[in-house]
């Protein structure tokens, strides 16, 4: 029995704004797709990644892994095209997994620099029976739920979150593979029904009824979102000690 994981890397990244899909966009000389790789393969708990790219690009990526594996590393990577959301993207990637994988992590490239312990913690938590395991820090800033603008664009507050049983959820995000297949399954129907895709595996978990834990995640792990995470992310690259 073996653990994979399935790398997205299939977005465009536009409120990065660059002219390269944001996976392509190098930090230190490194793009984001290849350290994300390297986290995973640091961890030494996987067989395979698989990494779903934008379709017109895949030679592009292919390119950045030579002979099939993560670059210095030995753990082998499989380049598919992707899909127009990130749960379509998911999805071509759980279907290019060999039969005998039974543990799937799924992982943001856009999270590039998610240490390896933190991935080994996520997969352990699968492997000690918890089905279906999410990274996550406490929220610090006060979270309000706000009801529809008025004629001005000011939203009036409806309530006000008890901020110590949130939680800011990171990737990657592990699971058993049999659970995660249903709950796709089940997803990709609702998507087509209402047209909306989830932007978190593990919401499509909850939509089934089945529990999700939480292990504490990491500050590294954060999401290359927009220029200022670009920002940080190379402030973090430099201070090695965190
Ligand atoms: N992703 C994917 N397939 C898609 C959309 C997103 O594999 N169709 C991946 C992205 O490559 C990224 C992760 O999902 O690693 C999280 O998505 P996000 O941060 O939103 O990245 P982008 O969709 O590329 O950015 P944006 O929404 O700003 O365009
Ligand atoms: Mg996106």
Redo the contacts with the bound molecule.
């Keep these: 029995m073996t653990t994979a994981a399935v790398l ?9 704004g660059r002219a390269v ?3 392509l966009v190098e930090l230190d000389g490194v793009p ?1 797709v290849v350290r994300a790789a390297l986290g995973l393969a640091l961890a030494r708990c996987l067989e395979l990644v698989v990494v ?2 934008p379709p017109h690009e895949v030679r592009g990526f292919q390119a950045l892994f030579p002979g099939g594996v993560v670059p210095g590393t030995r753990l082998a990577a499989r380049i598919v095209p ?5 749960q ?3 999805a071509a990637g759980l279907a290019a997994l060999p039969g005998d994988v039974d543990v799937v992590l799924v992982h ?4 590039c620099l998610a240490p390896a312990a933190l991935v080994r913690s996520v997969e352990a938590a699968v492997r000690q029976g918890h089905r279906a395991v999410v990274p996550a820090l406490p929220v610090t800033d006060t979270i309000k739920a706000v009801g529809p603008a008025d004629s001005s664009g000011a939203e009036p507050v409806t309530a006000t979150m008890d901020r110590g049983a949130l939680r800011a959820v990171q990737t990657p995000q592990g699971f058993d593979r049999t659970l995660l297949e249903a709950a796709h399954a089940a997803g990709a129907a609702r998507a087509a029904d209402e047209a909306v895709a989830a ?1 978190d595996d593990a919401g499509l978990v909850e939509a089934l009824g089945e529990p999700v834990w939480v292990v504490p995640g990491h500050e590294r792990a954060m ?3 927009t220029p200022r995470d670009i920002a940080l992310a190379h402030l973090l690259v430099a201070d090695t000690a965190t």
Excluded at 82 to 86: F, M, P, Q, Y
Excluded at 108 to 111: E, L, P, Q
């Design positions: 997205t890397a299939a977005g465009s990244g536009t409120r990065l899909p944001k996976a984001l779903t790219v992707g899909g127009a959301t990130r379509a993207s998911v943001d490239a856009a999270r932007s999401k290359i979102t």
